[in-house]
């Protein structure tokens, strides 16, 4: 199907606009096949095996004015938004339960640490938000059985609805960037990001890619949700444009070698450089420690962001990285002013 042409369409294909890459970087050249071929025969560091896994109990459903988040594992968060007079409106970002990563049942990136919660442990799930289509983010077998028991709607980039589909999904909405979509008194708004997507090798960039900024009213509380991206002007367009998260869920690995993976992915500084071009509040990292992708050792990304952050003495918990299944929670002032008026 066509879509509209803009500044990344132009009538067969999505890319990423020159204006969105960082002012000092020059312009991306062309990837050799025989550049990938080469580093993707051996990973300098091998990660370990089945790494044992954190137990954490499941959060019990916040109070109206108080916001959960868990991470479950790579780029999935389970997100609980209390709200007075109803139950919790729950989002789930790119779920992957599977143990691969791949098109392929026993090839590809199997993970190394389980997830931090299973399916039947979550909560009833609302929505479920896709940033595109990469197989580490847009997991079938995942959305099946989340299609299956809660019957949620699927919220995604341009292009993306007929890979979501195959899922079972019977709500699905489709936004280009700066859309947005209101549901149950939520506003979701598809962002901007510098990345790209394929699921075969015939279909590159076929479909949009983007992050979400999720915004509540009564009260007012924006949590942004990158998806995949590299480093870029975009994060200040999301500000300008949406306003200062009040919490950012960033990625920050999948890093190395850097002269190839700069295109799409973050490292750790860069991350903490987007945290403070969105003025966001608090942010919490994923996009490491489950799927080997590249080349950086397991532990690196959390212990770089951690020194990056106390080099400018920010507080551990401004900016964190989570093991899968723990929880963060987070209080609107705001709220917590307008309930004790109305109690």
């Known amino acids: 199907m066509p879509y509209p042409l803009s500044d990344h369409y132009n009538g067969s294909t999505f890319f990423n606009p020159p204006t969105l890459r960082p002012v000092d970087q020059p312009a991306p050249q062309p990837l050799r096949r025989t550049s990938i071929f080469r580093w993707q025969m051996g990973f ?16 019990p459903a916040p109070a109206p004015g108080k916001l959960a988040i868990t991470l479950i594992n790579h780029s999935t968060f389970f997100i609980q938004i209390g709200r007075q007079g109803k139950s919790p409106f729950n989002v789930i970002t790119d779920p992957i339960f599977s143990q691969r990563c791949s098109p392929f049942r026993h090839f590809g990136p199997k993970r190394v640490q389980s997830p931090g919660h299973a399916i039947s442990a979550l909560p009833r799930v609302d929505a479920i938000l896709v940033s595109h289509c990469h197989y580490d983010h847009l997991d079938l077998p995942s959305l099946r059985a989340l299609a299956e028991r809660d019957d949620p709607i699927c919220i995604t ?26 549901c149950d008194g939520m506003t979701f708004t598809c962002t901007p990001a510098l ?34 991206s590299a480093h870029g002007q975009h ?36 991350a903490l450089a987007a945290f403070e071009d969105l003025h966001a509040k608090r942010a919490l990292a994923c996009h490491y420690g489950t799927f080997q992708l590249t080349d950086e050792p397991i532990g690196e990304p959390p212990a770089r962001l951690r020194l990056a952050t106390r080099a400018k003495n920010m507080p551990d918990n401004q900016f964190e990285s989570l093991r899968n299944g723990e929880t963060r929670d987070f209080t609107c002032e705001e709220a917590v002013s307008l309930l004790a008026i109305t109690d």
């Open 157 to 182: 980039p341009l292009g993306n609805r007929h890979h979501v589909a195959k899922a079972g999904l019977a709500q699905i909405v489709e936004l280009d960037w700066w859309e947005h979509f209101e």
């Open 44 to 59: 300098r560091w091998r990660w370990p095996n089945d790494l044992p896994s954190h137990r954490f109990d499941f959060p």
């Open 235 to 270: 994060w200040r367009l999301v500000r300008e444009r949406l306003g200062a998260p009040d919490v950012a869920l960033l990625p920050i690995g999948a890093y190395e070698p850097r002269n190839l993976m700069y295109r799409v992915h973050m490292n750790p500084e860069e």
């Open 195 to 228: 990345h790209g997507t394929a699921r075969t090798p015939f279909d590159a960039n076929k479909a949009l890619w983007g992050g979400f900024m999720l915004t509540t009213r009564h009260p007012e509380l924006r949590i942004f949700f990158a998806g995949d």
